[in-house]
């Protein structure tokens, strides 16, 4: 399924109605797709994605917070100025270390001390550095520059229910989530219907085409029993058919020669008795099969060794 990540991005890139969801989502944004720059004009920060709406839905966040125009292409926002210091403390971006300044590795609780904030918070993770794939299995990640990073979201996952898992790749560590349920469970956790309701009418449809191969698969076996059946009865019938003389089996004969594709139901519905009937009358030709094999059969097969 292409293009589901973009769709998901796009659907969620918006703001939330409160401030503080504001300042959840604008820390993850930075957190997880920003770049902090320290220079003579001060302290700066970037974020960069290759999903335009991210960049968008950043510089409407920052406008809104802090009053700020901010510079920004189709996949860079640059922003500079007074406000930014201020800014990173209160997203928790930037803490006091003693006497110093430092980078604050996870997520900073009071950031999101309300559910509603964890949300937000979590749709700004994925629009920052998620993807989703969806070939023969669904798979959902989203990629940190620290490990207390990805734990700190497992951590915030797990408080509804969705399980996730970590790993390094590449000098990242990677938070992924497998299964298109849980993939669904977090989706619609952050606000993506669409992309909820496109991945269950793939899974419906996947389930659908399954078992009509399935079904497809147990016909064809079928079919090959009853044919392998049809040509020993009809090999059967061929050897006794000269020296049956009850008219039900003559009968049942008669038809089975004609409908050799045919099945117990549909011999049935032709003579217009039951299925059981006809098994019973068929299965009645075998058993008189030996009284009519020719005399040296028998004796041969009576004989000692065999």
Known sequence: MKGITRQAKTEIAFMPKDDCCCTAMLSAL??????????????????????????????????????????????????KGGYVLEMLFDLGIL???????????GISGFVVAEDCCLRSYLRGVFLGCGSLSIGKKYHLEMSFSTLV???????????????????????????????SESICDFLALIGASKAVLAIS?????????????????????????????????????????????????????NVRLNMPESSYEELASELGVSKSTIKYRLKKLEKILPEFRPLSLRKRSNSPGE
Not at 95 to 105: I, L, M, Q, R, S
Not at 203 to 216: E, L, P, W, Y
Request: hydrophobic share 40%.
């Open 201 to 253: 009418e793939l899974v419906a449809n996947r389930i659908a085409s399954s078992q009509a191969n399935r079904c497809t698969n147990c016909d064809l076996a079928n079919a090959d029993k009853t044919v392998a059946t049809s040509m020993k009865q009809i090999e059967c019938i061929k050897k006794v058919a000269d020296y049956v003389t009850d008219p039900k089996l003559t009968t049942v004969m």
């Open 149 to 179: 990073m990805a734990q700190d979201v497992i951590a915030l996952l797990g408080s509804f229910d969705i399980t996730a898992k970590v790993l390094a790749r590449h000098e990242k560590h990677v938070v992924y989530i497998k299964g």
């Open 30 to 79: 930075v957190h997880t797709a920003g770049a902090l720059s320290f220079g003579r004009e001060g302290i700066g920060a970037e974020i960069i994605s290759e999903t335009p709406c991210v960049v968008s839905v950043a510089a409407l966040l920052t406008k809104r917070l802090y009053g700020a125009e901010c510079e920004f292409s189709h996949n860079q926002l640059s922003l």
């Open 95 to 105: 803490t006091y270390e003693g006497e110093g300044v430092g980078a604050y590795p």
